[in-house]
């Protein structure tokens, strides 16, 4: 029997022929997921470069390297998705203008330089003295990364330092942009219900930051305990405040999109309703609602209401951030995959099950979400992720 | 001398400027091998266009009429066009639906295998008596603001010149976006080309004065298919005539050229 035809067999109600298959595959569920832990680490940072927030201080330098790990893997579920990767440079070299999808590059590439150029600045204080340490190949490599300049002067620093603030206030609406985006990608799909509504680019983007926040704590809890440092109490409460405000905001404004289908009852609301108490039950209500963003809060209120204990809010706090950053996992499939579960004859859905081993399968989705971490550890050996690492940076200014 | 200094001067001025073009030319002849090309105005993979001695197809607007109260689900059409394009098993460019409303208004509808076989079975899951029984042809409903062309990245689909919304191959990336956002289905990944695809109203055939092939497969005249610009065109008639007539989705706001005869509210 044809594959799809076994697809039929599960189906229920009526799907148009073509629906059968779900194009977007888990590789589309790991797109905005990673895009989105990049605009939200890098917002981390702009909390303290542009938002003057000084005890997020210690996390400066690291979310921006965080970012960048990420952000060097963003566009690879993409090209494993295409079906003609080798013709990706089109949507560079002759993007159709009407496209919701064909800007993205231009976000992508314009947002990675300025995160690029911000780490080199901030950092070049550390590579220069890594540049007049090191010999042979490693002193070119760390020459080139220095930009040839080992002028650390009190006026270059100063330069530096404007520069640096300039990144940061034009990185803020970059990423918000990047991400925002990436919503209005899904958003502006009239044709399936799920994901035409002006609220999917600020649900996009509030749970990018909630992911890029989660992220940075269970990162760097976690780089603590390893390195043995102590963790700084301060910086982590406020990572948990901004963490659990975004949240609340973003779970807010997931439940009021629902709540407002379900209200208005459009001739739309019996395949929505259908799709989330039907092949989405589980993923939806049990998973991304229930469990993945009913404990969060819940572990929210118990860390608000004991402001002083430092040793529970560093037990807690990783916790609710893996827990968070799997409530976005999740809110990206329920998006990604839900919304092609519905067929557009309003009258029917299938299932969707990834293999393990297939082209654009769970394996391989493992894979690129480790690869963050490796590109992360690689960047590690350049860049110090911590301040008292080196002292040769910009005082006042980070990592 | 100064006759001398003069002559060199000029050849080093020739020399420059053959340089000069030397260099331009290789360097826009090299940008013209990286940079893609546009969009193809005539999807030139498309056999047999641009053989024509004349544009035929100018001065013309085509609309295709299904006439719902004709056709009878044989499949004839869908056989014709899976032979016109050898479209793979479990995908279909065209495809027909049967609809079952029984006296509580409750609706059934299936297409067992796009309808490709007939419907050769009853429906026996159906414990009412039945009020209303129809078949629906589906294919692209070729839209005056398609979705479609809006979206895709690259241009790869395209509206031609001639009201025909078409897909190069050659530059499509296989994205997915078109199939996401078309309303009524009618595209799917070609899992051998790995390209969007979708009927065409058989444009090829179209361009040589021919009708689209499911429309001369059709025993019942059920598909029909012509220019709304001649007034003596069935088309014509048809839309001009007060008939109950109405395109699919038509709250999509996608202005489809294709329009039903004889189409119920409860069809999607």
Known sequence: ?399 | MDEMTRLRSEIDLDRRGFIKKVLSGAIGGSLLLVLPQGSALIAQQLAGVGDEKEPYLNGKKFAFVVDITNCIGCGTCCVADKNEYQVPDGHFRTWIERYLIDDQDNVYVDSPNGGLDGFLTGRDDIPNPLRDTFFVPKLCNMCEKSSCVQVCPVGATFRSPDGFVLIDEKRCVGCSYCVQACPYSVRFINPVKKTAEKCTWCYHRVRKGMQPACVDACPTQARIFGDLNDKQSEVYKLLHEPQVISVLKPDMGNEPSLHYLGLRREVT
């Open chain 1, 1 to 399: 029997m044809h594959v799809l035809a076994e697809i039929a067999a599960t189906a229920s109600g009526y799907v148009f022929p073509n629906d059968l298959q779900v194009h977007w595959t888990l590789m589309i569920v790991l797109y905005p997921y990673i895009t989105g832990i990049v605009a939200g680490a890098f917002i981390v940072s702009s909390m303290y470069h542009v938002f003057h927030i000084q005890t997020l201080k210690p996390l400066a330098g690291f979310s921006l390297l965080f970012a960048l790990a990420f952000l060097t893997c963003a566009t690879v579920p993409l090209l494993v998705h295409l079906g003609q990767p080798g013709r990706a440079m089109s949507m560079f070299l002759t993007p159709n203008p009407t496209s919701a999808m064909a800007g993205f590059g231009y976000f992508y590439a314009a947002y990675g330089l300025i995160l690029i150029l911000e780490i080199f600045f901030i950092y070049r204080p550390t590579l220069v003295a890594r540049h007049q340490a090191a010999k042979g190949l490693k002193r070119i490599f760390y020459l080139v990364m220095s930009m040839a300049s080992d002028n650390l002067s009190a006026e270059a620093l100063e330069l530096d330092r404007r520069i640096i603030r300039f990144l940061s206030v034009v990185g803020v609406p970059m990423a918000c942009a990047l991400h925002g985006y990436v919503g209005f990608i899904f958003g502006g799909v009239k044709a399936n219900p799920l994901w035409a509504t002006p609220l999917m680019p600020i649900i996009f983007l509030l749970s990018a930051c909630v992911s890029g926040i989660a992220g940075i704590i269970l990162a760097y809890v976690f780089l603590m305990k390893v390195s043995r440092r102590p963790i700084d109490p301060r910086c982590m409460r406020t990572c948990v405040k901004f963490l659990g405000g975004f949240f609340i905001l973003n779970f807010s404004f997931e439940m009021l999109e629902v709540f407002t289908h379900g209200y208005m009852a459009t001739s739309h609301w019996p395949a929505l309703h259908g799709l989330l108490w039907g092949p989405l039950y589980n993923s939806y209500w049990i998973g991304q609602v229930l469990v993945l963003s009913g404990l969060p809060l819940i572990l929210m209120g118990v860390l608000q209401l004991t402001k002083n204990r430092h040793a529970l809010v560093n037990v807690l706090a990783p916790v609710m951030a893996a827990l968070i950053l799997l409530q976005v996992l999740f809110m990206r499939w329920n998006v990604v995959i839900g919304g092609q579960l519905m067929s557009k004859s309003g009258r029917g859905s299938v299932f969707y099950q990834p293999a393990w081993l297939e082209k654009e399968g769970i394996l391989l989705a493992v894979v690129i979400m480790v690869f963050p971490i490796m590109v992360l550890y690689l960047l590690g050996k350049i860049f110090p992720f911590w301040q008292d690492d080196k002292q040769s940076t910009i005082r006042g200014v980070a990592p």
